[in-house]
């Protein structure tokens, strides 16, 4: 069945420092989302990206979708101790499994003031 | 407009026992996901449901675990004889009527410990 891998698992990084999570998936996506999930919390939706190759920015955040729709990236730019937490991407299938995502295990960011 | 609902947040249950997991979907939204998240790891998709329909059900447990939502009322997630390894964060999403690839908007979950 389909697959979506994610990596690293952890990063620690020293506030100021960039931060990226790669996102790769077994199978073409429809689409793939990136949600936030901070300590104790439940996963906020961020962003979704559809169309191949696209690049989506928020603020200090880049997110992008491989030409073959296959893979994702997330990059933040001068991390801030805010940005704590677990980030998921998610990716959808086509046909009939539209309606689910399947969620990679997620990079669990810490940030060290 | 309220988020997604869970009740209850805590649940604890004896080895045995039934649990059932409330999810109350964002106003005017008809699509509702249950998802399983054990520490430390990724969310496990488990069910994905419309108003009295099942629509996907391939990440569910054959076994005592069920799920519905109906026509009134919160989407319940079943667990029947829970077992230690049943122990997880339980979230549920939803989402609007099909538009397409919608995002999905998440419980604050339901954290279940099997003694």
């Known amino acids: 069945g389909q697959q979506v891998m994610q990596i690293p698992q952890y990063q620690h990084v020293q506030e100021g420092e960039d931060f990226t999570t790669y996102c790769n998936s077994s199978t073409t996506l429809s689409n793939i989302q990136w949600y936030k999930q901070r300590p104790g919390g439940h996963p906020v939706f961020l962003i979704q990206l559809v169309k191949s190759g696209e690049v989506k920015k928020q603020k200090r955040l880049t997110f992008q979708f491989g030409e073959a729709k296959k893979n994702s990236s997330l990059h933040i730019t001068a991390t801030q101790t805010t940005d704590v937490g677990t980030y998921f991407c998610a990716g959808g299938g086509y046909g009939g499994s539209q309606g689910n995502l399947i969620f990679g295990k997620g990079t669990k960011l810490s940030v060290k003031p | 407009n309220a988020g997604v609902m869970q009740n209850p947040r805590h649940l604890v249950r004896r080895r045995g026992q039934e649990a059932r997991l409330r999810c109350s979907p964002m106003?005017?939204?008809?699509?509702v996901y249950w998802y399983r998240q054990l520490p430390e790891e990724g969310l496990k998709f488990m069910v994905y449901l419309q108003k009295e329909n099942i629509i996907d059900e391939s990440g569910m447990p054959k076994e005592r675990f069920s799920a519905e939502f109906p026509k009134e009322g919160p989407s319940i997630l079943r667990i029947q004889q829970v077992v230690r390894g049943d122990s997880a964060a339980y979230f549920c999403?939803?989402?609007?009527?099909?538009?397409?690839?919608?995002?999905?908007?998440f419980g604050p979950g339901t954290r279940l410990t099997v003694l």
């Open positions: 999403a939803s989402s609007p009527p099909r538009q397409i690839y919608n995002e999905q908007f």
């Open positions: 106003k005017g939204h008809s699509h």
